[in-house]
């Protein structure tokens, strides 16, 4: 089916204090409901480019110089990370900052600050994160100092879920898990996409994983976007077989 277009990055710089050029005219584009790659090495700007579209840029003295970020028709690249999140758009960070000392339903319940529709919507948030999440049902009263890296990028992707949000920017889920825990963290990605229409950017340096699971991919180097298509495209392109896939 024909998707629309949720989110159109177009030709944007980033410069981080007012030196720094990162990003060098990206332009991306993100259909509603599908799920989209953001692929490159380290330092090739993944993270900058989230950063840019949820504009936590800010906290790090970063900046969008040049060209133009829109949501729905919507010119977003000066607006606050809270308004972007009013919107419907959470990042999730690299590195999943839960809460340490929090509760994994505690941390869950502050991704709901944000909330006005009261708590019996809340709650039942709550309980359809668990569905998606059954270990972090089983784990909820745990500190989230003590449970795994998998269980810890769950809370952090299941925190995000509770604002309800429309798109997800989710910064490098497979950092630091096992192959096995990766793939579930992915699939249930693919499942909040498909039934209930959550739109997924995602950075990821886990080529071949993001390549099974995503529709569109964009391959970035030093700031640039250098190859972008189809998944099935890029898993078949031989530059990226060679140098992406270590197919070579
Ligand atoms: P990673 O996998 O490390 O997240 P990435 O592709 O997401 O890599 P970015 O984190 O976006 O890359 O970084 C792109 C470039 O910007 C890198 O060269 C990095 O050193 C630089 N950079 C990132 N954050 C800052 C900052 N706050 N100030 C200055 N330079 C920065």
Known sequence: ??????LDVNGIEVIYN????VLKGVSLRVAEGSIVALLGANGAGKTTTLRAVSNLLQAERGAVTKGSISLRGERIENLSPAALVERGVIQVMEGR???AHL???ENLMTGAYTRRDGRAAVAQTLEKVYTYFPRLKTR???QAAYTSGGEQQMCAIGRALMANPRMVLLDEPSMGL???IVEEVFEIVKDLNTKEGVTFLLAEQNTRMALRYAHEGYILESGRVVMDGPVE????NEDVKEFYLGMG
């Open 97 to 99: 900052h839960c809460f």
């Open 103 to 105: 509760s994994i339903e």
């Open 178 to 180: 096992a192959p096995q």
């Open 18 to 21: 007012h030196v720094i050029l």
């Open 140 to 142: 909820r009263s745990s």
């Open 1 to 6: 089916p024909e998707r629309r277009e949720f």
């Open 233 to 236: 495209s890029l898993r078949e």
